[in-house]
């Protein structure tokens, strides 16, 4: 199922996704067809199906999962058992979830031919790139990338980030030459351990050959954010070696300062001095553009909870279009965007048909007040303006302006497997649906009955943070959690701002402050607000402003706590008492809503 291709030859490549888009059908029933008779043998399926690969039983004596329900199954892989319990197909490795189970990542297998499923998928972004941004191939591109050390299993197996796996893999560092697609960065200083001084070197290659760089970007657009914040720290140091020829001491991974000695190659005070103007500006305002004029776009992922960097990137990119090009995560690699070049909020992904036989769960969305879940964990429930049902859906016939969660079937051990992500069909590519991306399953906030989802939140914060723009503040980023220290609990939101002229922190007036404490709860839903004004089972809502670095801080504990650098990305609600000392000993100000949030009784409308 996975096609020979050449990355080089992009006319193709836009054919065999034609191809793959218009016999979606077929392709799912072939994919599906060939995992079961792989894998009818291995424990796992021979449990429901007694050694047989009709595709109907499949879905009739196959249960929908959880992660709960295959841990035991990849628990045993890890210990040592073989790999014949879920895969026909010998599981090389793990991959480590951004997701947690007991407050461990979640583990998903891997194989070799997983690898080059990858490599298609990759292979796949560049000719639809080209289709909308041309001369490509006549630069190279900036991009971002990190590796997180691997961790070993009781058994000696490898676990860890999927990223991580892939730039470690033959696959990767071995990779045919393409002429759409090459990096600024050496694979040294990629596959540096050192996060710092990957920045660090990263940074550097993508200054000297700026003139080169036709697009910049990262995984994620925190990602991204953290080495703009990275370059403002390190500004001078960077022209300092630039204008030298000579790396800094303090890079010490050999292989990385080799490579990236080669760059650098000699010394260039015009280029250092260049830089130092632009950062003597006093606003930073569209600094990457500034600094790599010829940059096309920013590529880096800013759907679902990345959405809330927008304003963020915009500030600084200088008007250039942000993109999303891919929709994948540990579990398996799920579809592209074929319209890279749309505005960051109408994303769509098209799944391709033979990367996994796909199924989903539909999904109802109401704008009344749904009881809770009696008996069940938040982690495991529905959002409370959801209601779902386990019969499922195949690819080909979701339907338009429908919600689903997506289930997937994998060709590394995964069967009928819920990833917890929430899609709404916005169109159809051929016979190929295309989703976006709405938000993950999991509850966020609550209080009582309240189940705030972390779009709910972001849509909540969004409308808030219209009342500093106009101030000149930017919040650059944050978190919450549910205080239920007093009675009743509250929502505390940790905001961490900066001012669009200056580094300087300005104090912001009590009384905006509390407006936007207020808007937040106004712009939240009808459980919520019932919950504040009728019940009174939740007090007021509060933001904590934090000083600048803040949110670095708390990156930097999530890591030494065994997060991927790569992988990271802010929790939209935290737990952790450690992380919310961390965030309470940089607060600089705390507010309080002063008002009610207006509530109604929910009417059913008559038909």
């Not at 072939?30 to 792989?38: D, G, H, P, R, S």
């Not at 050999?254 to 005070?269: E, G, M, Q, W």
């Not at 936007?516 to 504040?532: G, I, N, P």
Request: aromatic content about 10%.
């Amino acid at each position: 199922m996975i096609p020979s291709y050449n990355p080089n030859d992009s006319e193709f490549g836009l054919k065999l996704l034609e191809d793959l888009t218009t016999n979606a059908y077929e392709v799912q029933q072939q994919v599906l067809e060939e995992i079961l008779a792989k894998n009818a043998q291995t424990e796992y399926l021979k449990g429901f199906l007694n050694g047989h690969h009709d595709k109907i039983d499949f879905k009739k004596k196959v249960p929908v999962v959880n992660y709960e329900d295959v841990k035991p199954y990849i628990e045993r892989i890890a210990n040592g058992e073989p790999s014949e319990i879920i895969s026909a197909q010998k599981i090389t490795e793990l991959l480590t979830s951004s997701g947690t189970s007991g407050g461990q990542p979640k583990m998903m297998p891997s194989t070799v031919e997983d690898l080059d499923r990858k490599t298609f998928f990759y292979n796949l972004l560049v000719p639809v790139m080209n289709k909308y941004v041309d001369g490509l191939d006549q630069g190279k591109g900036m991009y971002l990338l990190f590796i997180k050390p691997e961790i070993s299993t009781p058994s000696g197996m490898v676990a860890r980030p999927v990223l991580t796996s892939y730039y470690k893999s033959s696959n990767f560092r071995n990779r045919p030459f393409n002429r759409f697609n090459i990096y600024t960065s050496p694979d040294e200083a990629i596959l540096c351990s050192d996060s710092k001084q990957s920045m660090y070197c990263q940074l550097l290659c993508g200054l000297v050959q700026r003139d080169e760089v036709l697009r910049v970007g990262a995984v994620f657009a925190s990602a991204f954010l953290r080495a703009i914040k990275f370059l403002e720290d390190h500004w001078e140091e960077l022209c300092s070696n630039i204008g030298s020829g000579l790396v800094s001491d303090w890079i010490t991974d050999s292989s990385c300062r080799n490579a990236v000695s080669l760059v650098l190659s000699k010394p260039n005070p015009e280029l250092a001095d260049l830089i130092r103007h632009e950062f003597s500006n006093k606003s930073l305002e569209g600094i990457v553009k500034r600094l790599w004029p010829r940059t096309k776009y920013i590529e880096v992922i800013v759907t679902g909870s990345m959405a809330q960097y927008i304003p963020t990137l915009e500030f600084y990119s200088g008007g250039l279009p942000l993109i999303s090009t891919m929709y994948a995560s540990s579990e398996c690699y799920f579809g592209i965007n074929f319209n890279p070049l749309s505005k960051p909020h109408d994303v769509a992904y098209t799944l391709l048909p033979n990367m996994a036989y796909f199924e989903f769960l539909p999904v109802e969305k109401h704008h009344e007040e749904v009881a809770s879940h009696n008996g069940v964990s938040d982690q495991e429930c529905p959002k409370a303006d959801e209601e779902e049902t386990l019969e499922t859906v195949d690819l080909v016939d979701v339907k338009l302006g429908h919600y689903y969660e997506l289930v997937v079937t994998t060709f590394t051990g995964l069967y009928r497997y819920r990833v917890g992500d929430i899609l709404m069909v916005t169109g159809f590519h051929n016979k190929a649906p295309q989703f976006r991306f709405m938000h993950r399953r999991n509850v966020v906030l609550s209080i009582d009955t309240d189940k705030t989802n972390e779009e709910d939140l972001l849509n909540a914060v969004t409308q808030a943070r219209l009342l500093l723009e106009p101030l000149g503040f930017l919040l650059i980023e944050y978190t919450s959690y549910a205080d239920t220290s007093s009675i009743p609990g509250h929502y505390v939101l940790f905001w961490e701002l900066k001012t669009k002229e200056s580094n300087d922190m300005i104090e912001l007036g009590t009384s905006v402050m509390e407006q936007c404490c207020s808007t937040v709860e106004q712009s939240l839903d009808s459980v919520y607000r019932r919950c504040r004004r009728k019940d009174n089972s939740i007090g007021p809502l509060e933001i904590r402003i934090v000083k600048q670095g803040t949110f670095d801080a708390l990156m930097d504990f999530s890591i030494s706590q065994g997060s991927s650098v790569n992988q990271y990305k802010t929790p939209r609600c935290i737990q952790s008492e450690e992380a919310i000392r961390i965030l309470d000993s940089r607060v600089v100000g705390r507010f309080f809503s002063k008002s009610t949030p207006l509530w109604e009784p929910f009417r059913m409308e008559t038909k």
